[in-house]
């Protein structure tokens, strides 16, 4: 099973900021938090990705809770383009990627 | 670099075949792996090699094969094709976590449909 948690499907509005949850509990000192994004049918898109500090890069930004527990990937300004399901997974040998969330921006 | 090449694109198989999907990566990564992606799902794990003469199994190895005689190369062999193998496949790699904090590469996928 995924080591991740996360909401099925969100809605946001164009030009808003997307709020993604992810819950990890289970997710071990050493391990790296990653998103992705695959839009259609292609190939998986890195986004992101942390360890215990928040990140930020042309993308999106990643907040991680204090506790590693949980954390939140935000895209600023959400675009049409940004349509896509996300997926949080946690980096070890065995990178399990689960359902994802199924963001939809709409206009 | 060409990152991840997966080849064929497109493949149709009849119940029984064989057929081996092919992947390379020319970025040196020590992980490779498999996932099959069935329309409306997620992406999940078949078999992943954290290095040349080492394999590992997935979530759902059934009915797969796979080796690792080089670090470029991770070969995905279906020895007798089943319907419930028509997926999408995509091979990714890495660098090791110790080697450093890396992405997944994706290729671009291969569409297999077994009829």
């Known amino acids: 099973d995924a080591k991740t948690t996360q909401p099925t499907s969100m809605d946001c509005a164009e030009g808003r900021a997307a709020n993604l949850p992810c819950n990890h509990s289970t997710i071990s000192g050493n391990e790296y938090v990653y998103w992705y994004r695959q839009i259609h049918s292609q190939g998986p898109q890195y986004i992101i990705h942390g360890l215990k500090n928040n990140e930020t890069n042309e993308m999106a930004s990643l907040i991680i809770t204090e506790d590693r527990k949980s954390s939140t990937l935000i895209l600023p300004h959400a675009t049409l383009r940004d349509t896509a399901v996300y997926y949080c997974?946690?980096?070890?040998?065995?990178?399990?990627f689960g359902a994802g969330t199924r963001l939809t921006v709409k206009p | 670099n060409a990152g991840v090449t997966q080849t064929p694109k497109f493949q149709v198989l009849k119940t029984g075949q064989s057929m081996t999907l092919q992947c390379a990566q020319d970025m040196n990564h020590e992980y490779m792996s498999w996932y099959r992606q069935d329309p409306g799902m997620g992406l999940r794990l078949i078999h992943y090699?954290?290095?040349?003469?080492?394999?590992d199994q997935g979530e759902v190895p059934n009915g797969y094969n796979v080796s690792r005689s080089t670090t470029e190369d991770f070969p995905l062999r279906l020895l007798s094709a089943a319907p419930s193998q028509t997926s999408v496949y995509f091979c990714?790699?890495?660098?090791?976590?110790?080697?450093?904090?890396?992405?997944?590469?994706f290729g671009n996928g291969t569409r297999l449909t077994v009829t």
């Open positions: 997974i946690v980096n070890n040998n065995d990178m399990r």
């Open positions: 090699s954290v290095g040349a003469g080492i394999t």
């Open positions: 990714a790699s890495r660098l090791l976590p110790g080697q450093g904090n890396s992405p997944l590469h």
